[in-house]
């Protein structure tokens, strides 16, 4: 039983809601809705904490900081700490986890992986259906880069279980934009 805080922010990508307690981050919450913002090249994005605790604890500070650097200068969250994670998928070892952990630390910013690499990636090259059940349930998407995992055709593939479909491309372009500049 943890002791919850949330943090409301607002950003390219309308509002994030980001719940934590004092041993990690539980999870990041998409608006499915959000229609993301027009983005000219060299332009900058919004990003402002809306609502949340005046002092806020460690991990959800870091992920907020961490949110904002990806919306407003992408090449300093590399060297951000990433804040730890308790939610309930991420606390017990699984094949979930064990995807989730390798695209955490292998996809970089503005580089794709399919199904099928990733599946190798996190151990079992069979287990692509499971891997794309892993980007389902990711309880931290953004943090956990699930929209860099695409389709071994090259198509995009679904995104926050089909209902973010239009946030997919949006996340991709404005990854690969920034690391142009």
């Not at 287990?127 to 943090?143: D, E, K, T, W």
Request: contains cysteine; positive net charge.
């Amino acid at each position: 039983s943890c002791k919850m805080e949330e943090a409301l922010v607002n950003c390219a990508l309308g509002k994030i809601q980001i719940s934590a307690c004092e041993k990690g981050v539980h999870e990041i919450k998409l608006q499915e809705d959000a229609v993301p913002e027009a983005r000219a090249q060299g332009a900058s994005v919004s990003f402002e904490l809306v609502e949340g605790p005046q002092e806020m604890i460690p991990p959800l500070k870091q992920c907020t900081a961490w949110l904002k650097s990806y919306f407003c200068d992408p090449q300093l969250t590399e060297k951000l700490p990433i804040p730890e994670f308790h939610h309930p998928l991420l606390i017990k070892d699984s094949f979930t986890k064990a995807v989730l952990m390798a695209l955490l630390k292998k996809v970089k910013l503005g580089e794709t992986v399919s199904y099928k690499e990733l599946a190798v990636m996190a151990g079992n090259e069979k287990a692509v259906r499971a891997v794309g059940g892993a980007m389902r349930s990711n309880p931290i998407p953004i943090l956990i880069p699930c929209h860099r995992v695409i389709c071994s055709n090259g198509s995009l593939g679904n995104y926050i279980g089909g209902k973010g479909n239009h946030l997919k491309p949006w996340l991709l372009a404005h990854e690969k934009l920034l690391k142009e500049m």
